[in-house]
């Protein structure tokens, strides 16, 4: 049964500090990795999807890298800012019609 | 964009009601997901729907039903609503059966209370 970790719980930082959150699960053979953030009492918005083939995908100031092999994610937040301030949720998706497998989230606060 | 949507952002029910949630998305997409999100546990999968009228159990799907009649709307029952259902559901649907860039678009969630 696949298991998804993600280390640390919750991380306070400065503005303006790059930052990695980091994502682990136990089974490689699988389709897609996604990242999301949540709000407090909001649903979940898609940040990146890696496709199982590849390696890294970017958006913006945000850079999410794969690695199958080892059952391993990061998300790398570059220059923050106190909007980034939220639970980032990792999610790998198996087996048919893509379900996915969720982490417990990382809280981020980032402080002026 | 992709527009997901829930039919009550709070609902407030008593032990042993018919619960209803319901869930439309507007792109035209095959699959439809439910999960609940509960502290320290995460989302779990409940039940999801690959097309029409089907559907299969996710990890936690003791004292849930579901209805896809259309396309766009999947509905989550809860047949006698119990305490321990207290929780936020999430709906999500994806454009394809299957698909490595099958990427999940989410609703805002329900936040239920189940007294």
């Known amino acids: 049964k696949q298991e998804v970790t993600q280390i640390p719980a919750a991380l306070s930082v400065p503005e303006g500090e790059n930052l990695v959150l980091n994502c682990s699960f136990t089974d490689s053979a699988i389709y897609n990795l996604q990242w999301f953030r949540q709000d407090p009492g909001k649903g979940l918005t898609s940040l990146l999807l890696i496709q199982s083939s590849q390696r890294e995908q970017t958006s913006g100031r945000l850079n999410a890298s794969l690695d199958k092999s080892s059952g391993r994610s990061t998300l790398y937040i570059a220059a923050s800012q106190p909007g980034d301030s939220a639970t980032y949720l990792c999610?790998?998706?198996?087996?048919?019609?893509?379900?996915?497998?969720f982490g417990t989230g990382t809280r981020l606060q980032v402080t002026l | 964009d992709v527009k997901v949507t829930q039919s009550s952002r709070y609902l407030v029910k008593r032990t042993g009601e018919k619960v209803f949630l319901e869930c439309v998305q507007d792109m035209d997409h095959e699959n439809m997901f439910w999960y609940r999100q509960d502290p320290g546990l995460g989302l779990r999968l409940i039940y999801f729907s690959y097309d029409v009228k089907m559907k299969e159990k996710g990890d936690i799907p003791e004292g849930y039903s579901v209805s896809r009649e259309k396309k766009e709307r999947f509905s989550l029952i809860l047949e006698s609503a119990s305490t321990n259902q207290t929780s936020m559901y999430l709906c999500a649907s994806t454009p394809l059966v299957w698909s490595s860039y099958n990427e999940q678009f989410f609703g805002p969630g329900t936040r239920l209370t189940v007294l």
């Open positions: 999610a790998v998706g198996t087996g048919t019609a893509s379900k996915l497998t």
